[in-house]
């Protein structure tokens, strides 16, 4: 017996829902965390076909974790998922993941392609490199701005440069 999986993830809890033929045969939460989601849902659903979840902050870390656990992870466009889901009475996490079980039980869903991780890791590092430089700017500008106002106007610069030419004004007014 087939058995398809709904996870309502965010960054706490993770809900969980299980059915097969049609009914749901399990419902309970977990840690948001793949391990532990892996070790209940082969507990729960040995023979598990589809495990599906939204897109979201999680979802890129969900997917390969759970796929290296040997699980079929399946990432759906939220957006889609909204629509069918917004026709729940009862507006929950729990009932989400049912709804996301539901989704994955009928095969009613649009699957989203999730980047490789490596690429994500870097791409990742790139953003963060170039809002450090930014923040970098930022600072140097903010203290060039601050010093005009004691009469003291710094050449630009930056790095080094910018160092050296705060270091040659005078502390304290002498």
């Not at 097969?20 to 507990?43: H, M």
């Not at 079929?72 to 049912?98: E, G, S």
């Not at 991780?117 to 140097?140: G, H, P, W, Y």
Request: proline share 3%; with cysteine; charged share 25%.
């Amino acid at each position: 017996m087939a058995q398809y999986i709904g996870l309502d993830v965010s960054l706490k809890d993770t809900s969980i829902s299980i059915r097969q033929d049609g009914k749901r045969i399990w419902r309970g939460k977990c840690a948001s965390d793949p391990k532990l989601l892996a070790e209940v849902i082969r507990k729960r659903a040995p023979n598990a076909e589809r495990v599906v979840f939204e897109t979201g902050p999680l979802s890129v870390w969900f997917f390969h974790a759970l796929t290296a656990e040997g699980l079929p992870a399946i990432c759906i466009d939220a957006r889609h998922a909204k629509a069918a889901l917004d026709m729940a009475a009862n507006k929950t996490d729990a009932n989400d993941a049912d709804g996301l079980a539901h989704l994955a039980e009928v095969g009613f869903y649009r699957e989203v392609r999730v980047k490789g991780f490596d690429s994500m890791l870097m791409r990742t590092l790139i953003t963060a490199r170039r809002q450090l430089l930014k923040m970098r700017v930022q600072m140097s500008n903010q203290i060039r701005g601050l010093m005009k106002t004691f009469g003291l106007v710094l050449p630009k610069g930056a790095g080094s440069v910018f160092e050296r030419n705060v270091g040659l004004f005078p502390v304290n007014g002498g």
